[in-house]
């Protein structure tokens, strides 16, 4: 279980998160969207440990998130991080690696054989065998996207981060890519967190979705109020005039909204 606990995140006076306070339990696929820059991603980082919060607290089973990444937790950027002098099964062999041997990078023997045997099994799950000796730069977006995943996937995480994975990938692509983190989340019993700016695609995969938005705006300050999560809902039962009008307010940039409306 996630707990988030009045969580705030500041830079300087620029507060982006504002008296955050939810709870997610294990199994579930929640769907952040929001407006450009409202802290989406700054919150996924927190969920990682690659920043932390600066007031509030975040708690997974009981304890707060470690300062620093760990196995427990996965992520999966737009911008695929592959190392391009490794081929396909190289890379995700080198993601376990890390993991079993943080001094060295390196695994010998025996242990090697059995972590190059997951890394096989997961690219066949990710459907990339047939690509596991070639390298990144002979891949196309959607297979390095896979690539990625299986990548995160190896180090077993209990918690997926997602941040708009799939977001420069073509529609055909996509809906793959869809079928498959749905597969992957059910199989695997994965938490997952995935940033959307396609509300569709938000209502598609997740069980429940957030909209981030900032229920107060001062145009002469506009770091001076943070982004709280505006809409908290079960995926499946959303009016369509509701939709219509979230959707509105995820595309508006932040300086056409009018002061003081709230969401
Ligand atoms: N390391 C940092 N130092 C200072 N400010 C930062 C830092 N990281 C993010 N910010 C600021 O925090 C705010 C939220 O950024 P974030 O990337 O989380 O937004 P987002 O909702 O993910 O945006 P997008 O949808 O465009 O990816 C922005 O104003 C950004 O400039």
């Not at 196309?140 to 209990?158: C, E, N, T, V």
Request: proline share 6%.
């Amino acid at each position: 279980m996630i707990e988030i606990k009045n969580l705030w995140k500041e830079y300087g006076d620029n507060v982006v998160l504002e008296d955050i306070s939810k709870t997610v339990n294990d199994g579930e696929f929640v769907t952040l969207v929001g407006t450009s820059g409202c802290g989406k991603s700054t919150f996924l980082k927190m969920l990682l440990g690659m920043e932390s919060p600066t007031r509030g607290q975040l708690l997974i089973d009981g304890q707060p998130i470690p300062d620093e990444p760990d196995q427990s937790r996965g992520i999966v950027f737009q911008q695929y991080s592959v190392f391009p002098h490794l081929s396909v099964l190289e890379n995700v062999m080198i993601a376990r690696e890390f993991e079993r041997a943080p001094l060295l990078g390196k695994l010998f023997g025996g242990r090697k054989k059995q972590v190059r045997e997951e890394a096989r099994a997961l690219l066949e799950k990710v459907g990339l065998t047939p690509a596991a000796d070639k390298y990144p730069h002979e891949l196309s977006g959607g297979m390095r996207q896979r690539l990625a995943i299986a990548q995160a996937l190896i180090r077993k995480p209990k918690v997926l981060l997602l941040d708009e994975p799939f977001g420069a990938l073509d529609p055909g692509i996509r809906a793959d890519m869809h079928q498959l983190i749905l597969e992957l989340w059910r199989e695997h019993n994965l938490t997952v967190f995935m940033v959307t700016h396609d509300l569709s695609e938000g209502f598609y995969l997740g069980t429940r979705l957030w909209v981030f938005d900032k229920v107060r705006h001062d145009p002469q300050a506009p770091g001076a109020w943070g982004a709280q999560i505006t809409y908290d809902l079960p995926v499946g039962e959303i009016p369509a005039d509701t939709l219509a009008k979230m959707q509105q307010q995820i595309n508006e940039p932040e300086d056409k909204k009018i002061t003081g409306e709230s969401a």
